[in-house]
């Protein structure tokens, strides 16, 4: 497909060139209690080589959002990877 540029997905095995949005990212929780199984930022960032991450729960149900997403912000620049 011409016109794909990426995927959300959680593997590291991408066509070269597309951009990886790995969704699951949480760093207050490893699980829940309805199966879904959680990687933190440095895990998505590093091992998973994700370009976009999808945080979801661990934002939308934090009463402060607007902090939590800055220990997110801290977490991928502490990998070091840009």
Same mark, same amino acid.
């Given at each position: 497909?011409?016109?794909?540029?990426?995927? =959300?997905?959680? #593997?590291?095995?991408?066509?070269?060139?597309?951009?990886?949005?790995?969704? /699951? =990212?949480?760093?207050?929780s490893?699980?829940?209690?309805? /199966? #879904?199984?959680?990687?933190?930022?440095?895990?998505?960032?590093?091992?998973?080589?994700?370009?976009?991450?999808?945080?979801?729960?661990?934002?939308?149900?934090?009463?402060?959002?607007?902090?939590?997403i800055?220990?997110?912000l801290?977490?991928?620049?502490?990998?070091?990877?840009?």
């Open positions: 497909y011409q016109d794909v540029i990426g995927a =959300v997905c959680q #593997q590291t095995s991408l066509q070269e060139g597309f951009l990886k949005f790995t969704p /699951g =990212v949480n760093i207050s490893q699980s829940d209690n309805k /199966g #879904q199984q959680y990687n933190t930022p440095e895990f998505a960032m590093k091992k998973l080589q994700s370009d976009f991450l999808i945080i979801g729960r661990g934002l939308y149900t934090s009463t402060h959002p607007e902090v939590e800055e220990k997110y801290t977490a991928v620049r502490s990998c070091d990877i840009f």
